[in-house]
């Protein structure tokens, strides 16, 4: 399989630029994010990290006062261009954020929500579907008996496998995590993590983390930033033992945290 | 200071809050028990739903029914309710989730400065604006006659009068909903509309139904403005264009002027009495609306 017949799964980023107003927030990324990797975004509180994965499913525009210019190319198509259906994008892109926000609804319908609002109506199929992706999360054993009650009733660290579930229901190429272990307790974060590792070999998966540690332990492919730029980015175990830049070498080592 | 001084001080300024929160709490026993009072004497002489369902109001003659009231009241509030709801969930969606914020810096200042307008105001410009539109579009659209005094001019002046109170709770309710969860909603591919149907108006459910509770016990109770374009005929109304008077209209209307009527003052003090029930049973039904609703959302 050459990489030019399949684009799948493919993230370039060309001469990106975000700018809050009149805040500079990220300047000039350009990467290629690797394929059926787990890439790690790594760097200081306030270094853009966040910014940047918000840019991969456009929820950066839900903020006010953004300006993006640059090429952001997803399987080959700059999802910033204005032809681009946003709905389209965001449906390729599975979302983990910091904390689980479990919808309003029950277990079944959370899960159910994506494929619904994409025009899903069969019955059937979307009992499968919950049963399926339940299973991938490793959240079935434990919650087949009351799919129908409040998912809100459910602890933390379900909530978060609920979501990385309803995620992964509407068929996403990617998944996206932003810091998504950041507020769970470590058994919790540990089967996180191991789904994610799992999850590597049919998704690309780029992750936020402000653990060194956590990066160190799931990353293939690590990004650095700084104020806005990428310093460095790298296969993770040469970064991580050789850094070539200073400000890399300052916080792999926590000179600067 | 001393510890001790201080600390005296601490507890007797406690005591003292503690002494006016139950007071402000108190008030609404004496008042309730105030109008029981001085409604008794009426309802020694007949059953309280006698009063409820007779339409027959002749003082002179000592007949006190008061259904045309209660009819008035009900259709009034409801025509209110019924313009205003849905246009303050729209409104207030559109500023929540739409409008960027110089707009929103624009429109909520003039929205409080609405909720402050006297009602006597409302009330001139219900019989300048809403009379005349009432009378030669609305009534010879449905083919009527109507002087303009009608229930849907009070409905109508109502719900003007609601939409600043609703309009204020529900983008508190809305700000509640957090951006986390609206964002979760669209990174699955919804649309806009789709996480507000689905995400925000769920989630926001319960403090809808606390916010119409609110509105509604207003709109029960507001006087002035209605009373000044109602048309305030004594009889059971058949069409929202017709003439009515609602009970606090009768009341302010009549009380001050009973002349020398036996059970006069204790009638209107009965009005007073279904008026205070009926806010309190619409009350208590949206409380357990609300309960029921919380626990379905867990």
């Known amino acids: ?257 | 200071m001393s510890d001790k001084t201080r600390l005296q001080f601490d507890y007797r300024l406690k005591g003292l809050m503690k002494l006016f929160t139950l007071f402000a709490v108190l008030t609404l026993f004496i008042i309730f028990i105030g109008v029981v009072f001085k409604s008794y004497p009426i309802l020694k002489t007949n059953s309280i739903f006698h009063f409820l369902f007779s339409s027959e109001w002749f003082p002179q003659k000592e007949k006190f029914g008061l259904f045309p009231f209660i009819v008035s009241t009900l259709w009034v509030t409801a025509i209110a309710m019924v313009l205003a709801v849905p246009f303050c969930i729209l409104a207030s969606i559109y500023l929540s989730e739409y409008a960027d914020k110089k707009i929103i810096g624009w429109i909520t200042p003039l929205i409080d400065i609405l909720a402050g307008i006297p009602s006597v105001i409302f009330g001139i410009w219900g019989i300048i604006v809403v009379v005349p539109f009432v009378r030669d579009y609305l009534a010879p659209f449905f083919g009527k006659v109507s002087t303009g005094y009608s229930l849907i001019t009070g409905g109508i002046v109502l719900s003007v009068m609601i939409v600043p109170v609703m309009v204020n709770i529900l983008l508190e309710v809305f700000a509640t909903v957090s951006k986390g969860l609206k964002e979760a909603s669209l990174s699955l591919g919804a649309t806009k509309w789709q996480t507000i149907k689905n995400v925000l108006l769920r989630k926001a459910a319960p403090g809808i139904v606390s916010a119409i509770a609110l509105s509604l016990s207003r709109a029960f109770g507001e006087t002035l403005a209605v009373l000044m374009v109602v048309g305030n005929v004594t009889k059971v109304p058949h069409s929202m264009l017709d003439p009515g008077q609602p009970l606090p209209a009768l009341i302010a209307n009549n009380y001050g002027e009973m002349m020398s009527i036996d059970l006069y003052d204790s009638a209107l003090l009965l009005a007073s009495l279904v008026l205070f029930i009926i806010v309190l049973i619409f009350n208590i039904a949206s409380r357990l609306i609300l309960r029921k609703m919380e626990r379905n959302l867990g």
Request: aromatic share 8%; charged share 20%; glycine share 6%.
């Open chain 1, 1 to 257: 399989m050459s990489q030019i017949e399949n684009n799948k799964g493919s993230i370039q980023v060309q001469n990106l630029n975000v700018y809050y107003g009149e805040r500079h927030a990220l300047k000039n990324l350009n990467i290629e994010i690797p394929k059926h990797k787990l890439t790690a975004i790594i760097g200081p509180s306030g270094c853009g990290k966040t910014t940047f994965l918000k840019c991969f499913n456009r929820l950066i525009e839900t903020n006010e006062n953004v300006n993006i210019t640059g090429q952001f190319l997803v399987d080959g198509q700059n999802i910033f261009d204005p032809k681009v259906e946003i709905t389209s994008i965001r449906k390729k892109m599975g979302l983990l954020s910091q904390r689980p926000y479990p919808l309003p609804m029950s277990i079944y319908d959370n899960i159910t929500y994506g494929p619904r609002i994409h025009g899903e109506r069969n019955k059937t199929k979307m009992a499968e579907t919950v049963e399926y992706y339940l299973k991938q999360a490793s959240l079935w054993e434990e919650v087949k008996d009351r799919l129908h009650s409040p998912a809100s009733a459910l602890s933390i660290g379900q909530q978060q496998r609920l979501c990385l579930a309803r995620g992964l229901a509407v068929a996403p190429e990617f998944i996206l995590g932003d810091e998504p272990t950041s507020a769970l307790d470590p058994i919790s974060s540990k089967h996180i993590e191991q789904k994610f590792i799992e999850l590597k070999n049919q998704y690309t998966i780029v992750v936020v983390t402000h653990s060194l540690r956590q990066a160190r332990r799931i990353a293939d492919y690590i990004v650095f930033m700084y104020l806005g730029e990428i310093i460095e980015h790298g296969p993770a175990k040469e970064l991580l033992s050789n850094p070539q830049h200073q400000l890399t070498k300052d916080y792999v080592t926590g000179e600067m945290s």
